[in-house]
């Protein structure tokens, strides 16, 4: 046999060996960096195409707009990794905010939200600067850095804030405590949040709720306390009622107490932790200032009240979203400035409110959600709002009133005719379904404004330790 | 007693390489995709090894001079090939639980009905 057989022959049995080697350092990752690149319109083993296709253009020539809001995609990273980087590029000329999120919660769907363009604040002519990944804008210049501006922090209403907290903590001048107690008379469905106020006194929640049995599963519920430094320091728990099967056989009126005492002056957060399944029928409290946050799910209530109460909540807010899931639900929804007609099941209407101050919206009947970038109380004398006023794609800068701009934010680089963001996400903070991560574009308002966003690419770095398996 | 050493051609050496390298590679990429899935078909599909068998399959069989028979090995490879394509069998019917028994038993024994259609 000859030489030049031999070197055939070695080269066949080499061939599956190299390829093994190279399939080795793809799994194991041995650098500790694993990229990816994705055009859109490419297939991938590890990004699929935007979706759903209701929102999304077809990709054509390495371009697909987004133009419905939310616009989602799922990696299937194929090994354990610690941190995931994503570079986005894209186009955007009209959205005021942008941003992708990663699914970082379920049961209620929660997102991890990160800053991609932020044209409120880029294309504002205030003062501008930057320290450490955090922006100042001020409009007229009063402090010379960043520093300045913690050392002296103006007062909560001046300020706006993205993406960051804001250090200085809120304090009712002349506020004090009574021993009236006041009820919240709503069916609220499922898991809610909201803000309370605690100076000199011990904060007292009693909430009656009913457990609807609509869903198989057991239906615990747990109330926690937060204080201003996110440290939980109150709990309230109650099991399930014994049945957990979605019978649609209602639990009685259950009752579950939350007491805390020797709590020092602040804002509390309270977090009210429980399933679909349970209405909390009504909450009773001697704290007089209650807020809830972001979502209100007003529940129906079959099976509890002949005719239903409805609900009527205050807010400042100036845009929100509500959506019913039953024919029953169909209603119009009435605020102070404008309203709003739930038409059909599964839809999101919005109510854009065009008042100032504290406005009311009346809610005829329940089975309502409610989604809203600001604050809700059920009561006009329970409204306060503890949080600096959040950048919003539904404000102007003038028309917040504010004199700064705080923000966890830089802004995306040009490369050609693309803008280029990148975010960075912990594993610990992705929901990991059977291997998928779920990533969703937030591009608020985009129907209102009839824009939309370009995506032409996204690269993916997948960060693990080297020495890891 | 003088022994002689069986000669191949060029052709029929390569051919033969490439046959058994393409199906044990075949069997391993395959086995462990298994085990890990997306291993190998994330990047490309495992079929491509049998792909390349079968090209050096029919070129080896178009070169070769002569041949050994080996009826055992040869029904033991049938045999241990319809062993595993029951165990595949058994894992892609659920769900189809009438049929699944048969279809099992159809896999086993398929290759060894085949190889001795082949024989005679």
Same mark, same amino acid.
């Given at each position: ?28 990752? $041995? ?9 859109? +319109? ?189 440290? $939980? ?114 839809? #999101? ?14 809610? $005829?009947? +329940? ?69 998928? #991560? ?6 608020? +308002? ?24 | ?120």
């Amino acid at each position: 046999m000859t030489f030049i057989t031999r070197i055939a022959q070695l080269i066949i049995i080499l061939a599956p060996v190299v390829i093994l080697g190279w399939l080795a350092t793809q799994w194991f990752v $041995p650098s500790g960096v694993f990229f990816v690149e994705h055009i859109v +319109g490419d297939e991938s083993p590890f990004i699929d195409e935007l979706g759903p296709s209701q929102r999304v253009s077809d990709a054509v020539d390495g371009e697909q707009s987004i133009i419905a809001d939310p616009a989602f995609f799922f990696v299937h990273p194929h090994r354990d990794f610690e941190a995931v980087q994503l570079e986005v590029w894209f186009q955007n000329e009209d959205l005021p905010i942008v941003e992708l999120g990663a699914l970082s919660g379920l049961d209620p769907e929660a997102y991890k939200l990160l800053p991609l363009h932020n044209l409120l604040i880029d294309e504002s002519n205030w003062s501008r600067m930057e320290q450490d990944g955090l922006l100042l804008l001020q409009r007229e210049k009063t402090y010379g850095s960043i520093a300045d501006f913690f050392a002296s922090p103006p007062s909560r209403d001046q300020v706006a804030t993205y993406r960051t907290g804001y250090d200085v903590p809120y304090r009712i001048d002349g506020y004090s405590p009574t021993d009236r107690w006041q009820g919240i008379d709503v069916s609220l469905r499922g898991h809610h949040e909201f803000k309370t106020y605690i100076k000199n006194e011990t904060l007292r929640f009693n909430f009656e709720y009913m457990d609807m049995n609509r869903d198989e599963g057991e239906d615990v519920v747990r109330i926690t306390v937060f204080n201003e430094q996110g440290q $939980p320091v109150a709990e309230a728990r109650a099991s399930d009622d014994g049945d957990s099967s979605d019978d649609a056989r209602p639990s009685g009126l259950e009752s579950l107490e939350l007491t805390a005492g020797g709590l020092a002056e602040g804002v509390y957060k309270v977090v009210m932790s429980t399933t679909r399944d349970v209405f909390f029928r009504t909450m009773k409290t001697p704290q007089q200032k209650i807020v809830f946050l972001n979502t209100v799910f007003i529940g129906d209530e079959v099976g509890f009240s002949e005719p239903p109460r409805g609900a009527k909540l205050w807010t400042t807010t100036k845009w929100l979203r509500a959506q019913t899931r039953h024919a029953e639900g169909v209603q119009t929804l009435t605020g102070d400035s404008a309203s709003v007609e739930i038409d059909q099941p599964y839809e #999101w209407y919005p109510l854009e409110l065009t008042g100032s101050g504290v406005e009311s919206v009346e809610i $005829p009947f +329940g089975d309502i959600e409610i989604v809203t970038e600001g604050k809700i109380a059920f009561s006009s004398s329970q409204y306060f709002d503890p949080d600096p006023a959040p950048l919003s794609a539904y404000a102007t800068l003038d028309q917040m009133e504010v004199d700064y701009v705080l923000a966890h934010y830089t802004s995306p680089r040009q490369e050609g005719e693309w803008l280029v963001a990148d975010i960075g996400f912990l594993v610990d903070d992705i929901v990991n379904d059977e291997g998928t #991560w779920k990533f969703s574009f937030s591009t608020p +308002g985009i129907l209102d404004l009839e824009a939309e966003m370009i995506v032409h690419k996204t690269n993916l770095w997948f960060y693990k330790d080297p020495m890891g398996l | 007693m003088i022994w002689k050493t069986k000669t191949f051609s060029a052709a029929e050496a390569i051919s033969r390489t490439g046959f058994i390298v393409s199906t044990t590679s075949y069997v391993l990429f395959w086995l462990i995709d298994l085990a890990q899935p997306g291993f190998v078909s994330r990047y490309f599909s495992v079929h491509a090894f049998l792909l390349s068998a079968i090209v050096f399959g029919v070129w080896w069989s178009a070169v070769v001079r002569d041949y050994t028979q080996r009826p055992w090995l040869e029904s033991a490879v049938a045999l241990a090939l319809g062993l595993i394509l029951a165990v595949i069998t058994w894992g892609a019917s659920d769900g189809i639980e009438g049929y699944r028994l048969f279809l099992t038993l159809m896999a086993v024994f398929t290759p060894t009905i085949i190889y001795v259609l082949i024989k005679d």
